[in-house]
């Protein structure tokens, strides 16, 4: 009889589904046993809706003392991609993902972040990848841990994980930098590629840039670099502060060569009053060409168009030769610079009815004043940046210390000077 109640209690319990069954069907956290993992804000749908969705019972009996009752229904990433759509397929993969290792990064249950991430967006990042720290400046984005700002955690086709390719990513924010792309002078690495002058997270330099200026602009200019180590002249803003945005703008701007103001302007911005360099003033020129009625047309058309604004070989930061002080020898070569412009028949000709209308007849009187060892500067007698007078012709100049007035008056077929240099002498051509 005793054999026979225990044969029938077996088959009544072996039909009966197992503890652990049961207690996965009404629910592990009814059980009283795991309702800590799903106590977090944003919770893993499968994990609410039903455990055995990933679970699978590896025992009749459950709790017990050995643990690991309950398996993974298939390993991970497989089983994730049940329902995630598999994240490596694109050009480049994030580590994590391409080993497989989802729960590196995500809790599987439940979490107070976003995407069931084990840390907030950037803290978790921390696990593989070291924070720089003490940088003078950082990268809004980086500072704020808002990796995912720029970067996709799981795949791209863009390097770095990139979210766009640059320079569009930097768009996202820098929306004002971006409408300087249509300007009519745009700097190249502007166009090309934004980390080719900046860094993406932190820098010792402001801007984020990767070296200081001007160094890093010698990174492509080095022939200006060059220049500094003549002996002729230098620029003197380039030569002190060294900062090329002083002049120029480091992505886009309307007037060429990406300089920040029309060439004239900018120019004005300094030379609007005497500037003292070495053993000599330089003029107001601002002053002399806004006072100016008649003005060299090379001003009008651009500074450069005489002076070179780096390092040139020449006096006056200029593009061609010309003598330093009032004197010198009579050759064209002496004069190169304005020959660029003017016919040195000018000088050469000492009989000439069309050479120049500085003459007295058909004699040459530039050939006179030129034409000699100890020839007179075009400056002893011309402003050559604007005068009030015709023919730029000076009002005064310095000789030594003394301004030397140069009394000119036109007249309809020549003129008169009354200078330091001669009594009033008349001329008609």
Not at 187 to 203: K, M, N, Q, R
Not at 261 to 288: A, G, M, T, W, Y
Not at 338 to 344: A, E, Q
């Amino acid at each position: 009889m005793y054999k026979l109640k225990l044969l029938f209690f077996s088959l009544i319990v072996s039909s009966i589904p197992s503890l652990a069954s049961q207690n996965a069907e009404t629910g592990c956290l009814a059980a009283g046993c795991h309702e800590s993992i799903l106590s977090h804000e944003v919770i893993h749908e499968p994990s609410e809706d039903d455990c055995l969705t990933c679970h699978d019972t590896d025992s009749d009996e459950h709790p017990s003392p050995q643990g690991a009752e309950y398996v993974l229904n298939e390993s991970v990433p497989t089983l994730c991609y049940d329902c995630h759509d598999e994240k490596n397929i694109m050009k480049n993969i994030h580590s994590p993902v391409e080993d497989g290792e989802c729960l590196s990064c995500h809790n599987p249950h439940s979490s107070e972040n976003e995407s069931l991430l084990l840390a907030k967006d950037g803290n978790v990042c921390l696990d593989c990848h070291d924070l720089e720290v003490g940088a003078k400046m950082e990268h809004g984005p980086y500072s704020g841990k808002l990796c995912t700002s720029c970067h996709n955690p799981h795949q791209s086709e863009n390097e770095y994980l990139l979210e766009k390719a640059i320079p569009q990513l930097c768009y996202n924010c820098h929306e004002e930098i971006e409408e300087m792309q249509d300007r009519k002078s745009v700097h190249p690495p502007f166009e090309e590629d934004c980390l080719d002058c900046h860094l993406p997270h932190t820098s010792p330099e402001e801007k984020l840039l990767i070296s200081n200026i001007p160094n890093l602009c010698y990174e492509c200019h080095d022939m200006v670099e060059v220049g500094l180590n003549k002996i002729s002249e230098v620029h003197g803003p380039f030569q002190e502060s060294s900062k090329c945005n002083l002049c120029h703008s480091p992505h886009a701007t309307d007037f060429t060569p990406v300089l920040l103001q029309e060439e004239q302007s900018l120019c004005f911005k300094c030379h609007d009053k005497p500037i003292e360099i070495k053993r000599r003033v330089i003029k107001n020129i601002k002053k002399i060409v806004s006072n100016a009625t008649t003005i060299h047309e090379p001003v009008d058309d651009g500074c450069t168009e005489c002076h070179d604004p780096h390092t040139p070989d020449n006096n006056f930061l200029l593009t061609g030769h010309f003598p330093m002080g009032n004197y010198t020898q009579g050759k064209a070569d002496n004069f190169s610079l304005c020959f660029d412009c003017h016919d040195s028949s000018l000088m050469e000709q000492k009989i000439t009815t069309e050479a120049t209308e500085f003459r007295n007849g058909s004699k040459n009187l530039h050939f006179l004043h030129v034409n000699r060892e100890k020839a007179r500067s075009c400056k002893t007698c011309h402003s050559v940046h604007g005068s009030t007078n015709s023919f730029l012709i000076a009002e005064k100049i310095k000789f030594g210390k003394w301004d030397m007035p140069i009394v000119f008056s036109a007249t309809d077929n020549g003129g008169t000077c009354q200078s330091g240099c001669h009594e009033k002498k008349t001329y008609s051509r």
